[in-house]
């Protein structure tokens, strides 16, 4: 179920944006979603302009393999679904992006991972902070090898990824509130169920966020997401890796 009022009329308008204008091929080595090779692309939308001064918008991937999807309630496992992900938040006025990585204390096994940020360079995370020129959307690329940090056991680009989007605010002790995600419950269950992400296919996949009605202050409230990823031109995790071809469009919103 699409989210209802504001966002799905947004969300229409956006599409028939999309839909009139005209595709035209991507450079060679850049995928759907603008992504070089070794990158993966994220259109972020929420249903008003955002606020980032109140709240933080967060992509989290599970690179582990266990096959769980990053939710609201990540103590119930462990923070076991939580491996990395990209933050974007603002201060006075700008907004900026980085790469986190979520490391756990072995001796501790119940408490809160610490919050590492990782440190790319400006080629390898990238942010349009107003990527659909209403404000709503904002679009990341980062080089997925960015995740490849020291602390990463077992490395993540050796299984399927799978992902979840947050909107959340911080408390007093930086601990996470969640606002928002992909799920139907929002920041509470039912809980979204990532599907797949292949990270040595090329593909472009728009993901809607489910909806039970929940009200949800506008700009915290997620209305898409869109990931779209360009394979390394060498894998080393699979023969199989499938390439964008150089004269595929920008399919992003759909046709």
């Known amino acids: 179920m699409r989210r209802l009022g504001f966002g799905l009329l947004l969300l229409t308008a956006v599409v028939v944006v999309a839909c009139g204008r005209q595709v035209t091929p991507n450079p060679v080595g850049i995928g759907p979603g603008g992504a070089p090779e070794g990158y993966m692309s994220v259109f972020f939308d929420v249903a008003q302009p955002f606020n980032f001064s109140t709240y933080q918008y967060w992509i989290v991937f599970n690179t582990s393999g266990n096959k769980l999807t ?54 390898q995370l990238q942010l349009n902070v107003n990527s659909n020129g209403s ?57 979204y169920v990532s599907p797949v992400l292949n990270t040595w296919q090329c593909f472009d996949d728009t993901f809607t966020a489910l909806s039970s009605g929940i009200q949800i202050d506008p700009p915290a409230q997620i209305v898409q997401i869109q990931i779209a990823n360009n394979p390394s031109p060498t894998p080393s995790v699979t023969p199989s890796a499938v390439p964008c071809s150089s004269d595929e469009g920008d399919f992003r919103h759909g046709p």
Request: proline share 12%; net charge negative.
């Open 70 to 123: 990053p939710d609201t309630q990540p103590a119930n496992s462990n923070w076991a679904a939580y491996s990395e992900g990209i933050e974007v938040e603002g201060n006075g006025g700008a907004a900026f992006a980085r790469a986190v990585q979520f490391v756990k204390d072995p001796s501790k096994p119940h408490a809160v991972p610490a919050f590492v940020s990782l440190q790319p360079t400006p080629q």
């Open 135 to 191: 404000q709503t959307e904002f679009n990341v690329i980062f080089q997925r090898s960015i995740f490849l940090g020291p602390l990463s056991s077992p490395a993540p680009l050796a299984t399927p990824w799978l992902y979840n989007g947050f909107t959340t605010q911080a408390d007093v002790q930086n601990n996470l509130v969640f606002v928002d995600s992909m799920g139907a419950g929002g920041k509470n269950p039912p809980q």
